[in-house]
């Protein structure tokens, strides 16, 4: 190859239209991607300041996943989360 040669270039993958999921889906898995600490994928962790927030997390939490919520307060707040094994549930695909 030498300067001026014409260079192919592949076009970007689209993005996969078969994964749907709820808006609190969303917003619950970037505010674990951001601010959780995942424990053996048992138990989700946030430890903050800021208790209205704690609470919208568990809040929305129950909404997903009908699991349970334990908050510590004094101090720092510490939110537990954690899941049944049967309300887990695979996000479903567009038909």
């Known amino acids: 190859m030498k ?13 996969p239209s078969f994964v749907t999921c709820t808006d609190d889906e969303a917003w619950l898995l970037g505010v674990v991607a951001t601010f959780g600490d ?6 989700i962790r ?17 909404r997903v996943s009908t699991g349970f919520v ?5 101090g720092r707040s510490v939110l537990h989360l954690t899941g049944r094994r049967s309300s887990r549930r695979t996000l479903p695909t567009k038909s």
């Open 46 to 62: 946030f430890t903050s300041d800021d208790a209205p927030f704690l609470e919208k997390v568990g809040i929305v939490w129950k």
């Open 70 to 74: 334990n908050i510590r307060t004094g």
């Open 38 to 43: 995942v424990k053996d994928r048992k138990d």
């Open 3 to 15: 300067s001026g040669d014409p260079l192919a270039l592949a076009k970007p993958m689209p993005a």
